[in-house]
């Protein structure tokens, strides 16, 4: 079943859905496109910071990339004063 809403824009959500409507679209299309891109968005946020949160939990791969840091170091031109 479709849901109905009603909404009061200030003035930069009317600018945002100008923005959005410059496609020929709908306001109604215009928001349902833009609440399904800024869904998927928010997925894809979601996923890095998991992401990020798992990389920091393990515990050999923050290992891992220590050595890296120090090999880096190693190969880095030292600096001249």
């Known amino acids: ?4 809403l009603h909404v009061r824009l200030d003035e930069a959500s ?3 859905l100008d923005v959005v409507r ?3 679209m ?3 299309e215009a928001v ?3 609440l399904r891109e800024a869904a998927g968005r928010r997925r894809v946020r979601s996923a ?3 992401e990020v949160r798992r990389l920091a939990a393990d515990e050999s791969d923050r290992e891992e990339m220590r050595i890296i840091r120090e ?3 190693e190969l880095a031109p030292s600096s001249s004063r």
Request: net charge neutral; hydrophobic share 45%.
């Open 48 to 50: 890095i910071r998991e």
């Open 71 to 73: 090999q880096m170091a």
């Open 32 to 34: 349902r496109t833009a």
């Open 22 to 24: 410059a496609d020929g």
């Open 14 to 16: 009317a600018a945002a």
């Open 1 to 4: 079943m479709a849901r109905s």
């Open 26 to 28: 709908t306001d109604s």
